[in-house]
């Protein structure tokens, strides 16, 4: 009996001492984390306040000495801001001379082809007359009419002569031979020799057809052809014509005055 009132006060007193270590952990604890709020606080404010880093002055200067730890050799003028470097000799730095060697042809081949292709795109592909796909133009078609020739292409007839062929968008380039100015598509019209009439007539509707059928897929000439009427003779205002056949009239003048014509009646 008489332990207990004692074991009972050392059993407070052991409590006690427990809740005020526990609160003073916690007590420890929430200063902890005030002190360490204030700290990045203090440290968000002086990096705010703190002055940039003064930017660097002298970067053409440092340039300057890594050109010249690689042997390259600079002039630099501060006042007119002209600059001079000598590239070094292959003795010293052979290295750094391929590789620079190789860059400038590099950027010199890369910007030809940029001038070239820009010139190109600026004044557009020029074309010859006969390769033009003008099918209402009668210049064009005269003009890939003047390639046929009596040596090369005759004897035909007119289902594909010369006439029907320049209409369809050939040119004459060699013996028989047919050419497109557009899609390049090529072909030798055959003769007739050693055929009957029958046979004849048959490859000669084949060739009409591929006047037409043998443009390659895309080809302008094979989905339409010039117009029957624009072989004729070019019509002139009645001005024109009467110059036209005066001025002929005086050529022929000097050409046939000492000639005596004799009418037979």
């Not at 290295?95 to 860059?103: G, Q, T, W």
């Not at 050939?170 to 028989?176: A, E, F, L, Q, T």
Request: net charge positive; hydrophobic share 30%.
């Amino acid at each position: 009996m008489s332990d207990s009132p004692l074991a009972a006060i050392s059993e407070s007193t052991s409590a006690n001492e427990s809740r005020i270590r526990s609160a003073k952990r916690k007590l420890d604890d929430a200063f902890q984390i005030i002190d360490n709020a204030v700290a990045r606080g203090q440290r968000t404010q002086d990096a705010s306040e703190r002055p940039p880093p003064p930017k660097r002055a002298n970067t053409i200067r440092s340039l300057y000495s890594t050109l010249k730890k690689y042997g390259i050799k600079a002039n630099e003028t501060t006042g007119s801001r002209t600059t001079s470097i000598a590239l070094p000799s292959g003795k010293h730095t052979p290295h750094l001379s391929a590789i620079l060697s190789r860059a400038a042809s590099r950027t010199k081949s890369t910007f030809t082809f940029k001038s070239s292709a820009q010139s190109s795109t600026t004044l557009g592909p020029l074309l010859p007359p006969t390769a033009e796909y003008r099918p209402s133009s009668l210049p064009s078609f005269l003009s890939r009419l003047a390639t046929y020739k009596l040596t090369s292409y005759s004897n035909k007839p007119a289902s594909i002569d010369a006439v029907a062929a320049s209409k369809c968008g050939w040119i004459n380039d060699g013996k028989d031979r047919l050419v497109c100015g557009l899609c390049n598509a090529s072909w030798v019209v055959s003769g007739r020799e050693g055929l009957n009439r029958d046979a004849a007539n048959a490859l000669i509707e084949k060739q009409r057809v591929s006047l037409v059928e043998t443009h390659k897929n895309g080809c302008p000439w094979k989905t339409r052809q010039c117009d029957d009427s624009i072989y004729c003779i070019p019509l002139q205002s009645s001005g024109m014509t009467i110059r036209n056949i005066n001025s002929r009239a005086v050529i022929m003048n000097s050409v046939v005055q000492d000639i005596l014509v004799k009418h037979p009646l």
